[in-house]
């Protein structure tokens, strides 16, 4: 018998709770967060008894969950008592009944009293979707001293949207490394500045000097000009690697001995005068 696994389209059953809460967890994690929406949900003391929970939006296991904007919600929190320290949690309850209704509603979970540190009480965390019937999101933890609320704690975490998300990856790229190309030279340099270290690819210009070798002759020495080098780097005398105190040069290249000297030689060619060449390279300094 056919199946239809087609959850979103016109296929003449309505869309379910779970499949939304699904997709829904997909996109935004298989946890409880809050959305950077309106007032994110935002806490405020208005006396001793009343906490105002304002406008925003949370998703808890993929159920979306939404105070709407400009509104907001008040929620009770019981009398303290003097010379006692307590600790209440405000959550967001999920309840699911028999007939499969589901509601969330404000709830405050109240703690024990203390004559000492107060801990706070333990709140459900069932797992919506594998279909747990109740489930809390808590929101804040209330400190109390007394009779006087002196502390109101968030306890979730907010979650940027996509745009946000991409504002911050760019953001943070731009402080890892950054790319330039050299105008003189026109190498492609990727800057990393946090070590003060480039890497840089091009073709740099070199000048070689022949030695006859059988039927031809090869490369020997060579001297690569300062202009071809984007700065900082330092160019190369005899194919050796020239450092100083702050820069320091790396160019890819076969490395052999001439004459008791280590040298990096950049190639080889076959030729009857010495002539200029070009080579690619890749280089690495401090800037």
Known sequence: MATNYLDTGDTGRAVSAESD?????????????????GSQLKAEVQSNNIVKISDGDAVMYGRHVRIP?????????????SGTNRIDLIVFRYTKDSTGKETVDLVVIQGEDSTGTATAPTAVDGNILTGAMQSDFPLYSVELNGINIVKVN?????????????EELTELNSKLYETYIDPSTKSICIRFPKNRIQICAGTIRVYASLQQNGTGYTGVSTKIEQATFPKPFKFLRGCTITQNSDDWVMI?????????????????????????????YIAIGTY
């Open 21 to 37: 809460g699904a997709l829904f967890a997909g996109i935004f994690g298989a946890e409880k967060y809050v959305l950077e929406n």
């Open 69 to 81: 904007a400009n509104d907001s919600a008040l929620v009770t929190i019981n009398n303290g008592h």
């Open 154 to 166: 968030p306890l979730f975490n907010v979650i940027g949207n996509i745009s946000k998300l991409k």
């Open 252 to 280: 890819l290249g076969k490395t052999t001995t001439l004459n008791g000297i280590s040298q990096l030689r950049l190639g080889y060619f076959a030729a009857y005068t010495n002539k200029a060449f070009y080579m690619d």
